[in-house]
């Protein structure tokens, strides 16, 4: 829980934290949820005094939205984690009172992300999302559950920098798949199979 997030933060400040807290809470009537916390806030400090902070809940109200709030002004995604037909992300910015939005088209993730990865073995290059990207997110999922399990406790993380972040040459705009009309070996009546 709360994946999408924490890489979201780490690529936009091109930053790793070093101060990881966290609190969670059981909502009340919700018991069926056989999980300790099933929702979680969460801060990240780094470098340069920048603040990243999320809430991931299974008892709340769904959200897909971030919010970038710098000195002169802020930029909203929404949405910013959806994928599939129909999601096209747009963005809003008002920097120094001057307003502006955009809405890209729809894009299928999934096929950018097999086209890049197929270009890499192709290509023999490894690839931007490796291990290294990985390690760096369970490191930041650790921290949060030992501040959980400190109740709030701040956990301080060591110095670490990224030998690569995304770039734009990564960008790939594939218009979304049309489902097939039917399934070869598809039992008509059952349709799951």
């Known amino acids: 829980m709360g994946l999408y997030p924490i890489n979201a933060v780490r690529n936009i400040f091109g930053l790793e934290p070093t101060e ?5 809470f059981k909502t009340p009537g919700h018991e069926f949820l056989k999980m300790e916390h099933d929702t979680i806030n969460v801060t990240l400090r780094f470098p340069g005094d920048r603040i990243g902070q999320f809430t ?3 008892a709340a109200a769904g959200t897909d939205c971030y919010k970038v709030v710098g000195t002169k002004g802020d930029i ?3 949405p910013a984690y959806t994928f599939g037909s129909g999601v096209k992300i747009a963005y809003k910015t ?3 009172e001057k307003e502006d939005s955009k809405t890209f088209s729809e894009t299928d993730h999934f096929a950018g992300e097999t086209e890049y990865f197929s270009e890499c073995i192709i290509n023999n290059v490894d690839p931007e999302a490796d291990g290294e990207e990985g390690l760096f997110d369970v490191r930041v999922i650790i921290a949060i559950k030992q501040s959980l399990e400190g109740n709030g406790k701040t956990i301080k993380l060591e110095s670490r920098q990224r ?3 995304p770039t734009l040459s990564q960008v790939k ?3 979304i798949s049309k489902q097939p ?3 070869v070996g598809r039992d008509s009546q059952h349709p799951a199979n």
């Open 20 to 24: 990881v807290t966290a609190i969670g």
């Open 56 to 58: 991931v809940s299974y």
């Open 76 to 78: 909203e995604v929404n």
């Open 94 to 96: 008002k920097i120094d």
């Open 163 to 165: 030998s690569k972040r």
């Open 173 to 175: 705009k594939l218009s």
């Open 181 to 183: 009309k039917d399934f």
